[in-house]
């Protein structure tokens, strides 16, 4: 297939999931007394962390990349008037999630992680982390329902309900799971937007499924 540059761009989201898992995985090297089960992923790259600089050398291409992928996911399901109104809808919020997510945790970082939420800055941390959970469940159940309907993109249903399972198995999971096992329910959280990210970046490289609408669309141009 004749690929447009910004298919190729699609790359960038398998860029940030090999970038983020390379963070959460090694920075713990760079905290000592860090205990992955129990301690969120956010501690590691809270001001006061040991593991701050290291968490920033290997998380920025994920920082860039996850953005950087999903707005052109964004643009070109739009301009190319891929599957329905109601896809293209839950694209969108999933999009708007990754630039909360990217500007209001740069902006409110955690101050000292593993402690109670104290400060203001702490405050609006977690109020970023509320609408990143909102946008998150909003715009994977659209695209659920958009994915499964006709015209729709039914593997990417399929992709988006595994994200949905994995962000309530990770929400449910630390506030049931012991104090000691926190960190492990707490990253099935963290990998479904990121990996969910990677699979729209993949789709994107690939040039995305195209509906009988959008291709007598493109016939009429």
Request: charged share 10%; hydrophobic share 50%.
């Amino acid at each position: 297939m004749n690929r447009k540059w910004i298919n190729r761009i699609g790359i960038t989201g398998l860029l940030a999931l090999a970038s983020y898992t390379a963070a959460v995985l090694f920075s713990p090297m760079a905290y000592p007394g860090y205990n992955w089960m129990e301690q969120a992923v956010s501690d590691l790259s809270a001001q006061t962390a040991p593991s701050k600089t290291l968490w920033n050398q290997l998380a920025a291409i994920y920082n860039i990349c996850s953005v950087v992928c999903v707005t052109c996911v964004s643009v070109y399901v739009a301009d190319e008037k891929i599957s329905s109104k109601l896809f293209r809808l839950g694209i969108h919020l999933f999009t708007l999630m990754n630039w909360v997510s990217g500007v209001g945790y740069t902006m409110f970082p955690l101050t000292d992680g593993g402690k109670e939420i104290a400060s203001q800055q702490e405050s609006m941390h977690v109020i970023v982390t509320v609408l990143v959970v909102v946008l998150s469940i909003a715009s994977l159940i659209i695209l659920i329902t958009a994915g499964y309907r006709k015209d729709g993109i039914r593997n990417i249903g399929i992709w988006a309900s595994v994200a949905l399972v994995m962000m309530f198995a990770g929400s449910l999971g630390t506030a049931i799971v012991p104090a000691q096992y926190f960190g492990i329910a707490e990253r099935f959280s963290t990998f479904a937007a990121v990996g969910f990210n990677a699979v729209l970046g993949w789709y994107l490289f690939m040039g995305f499924p195209k509906s009988k609408a959008s291709l007598q669309t493109q016939g009429e141009r």
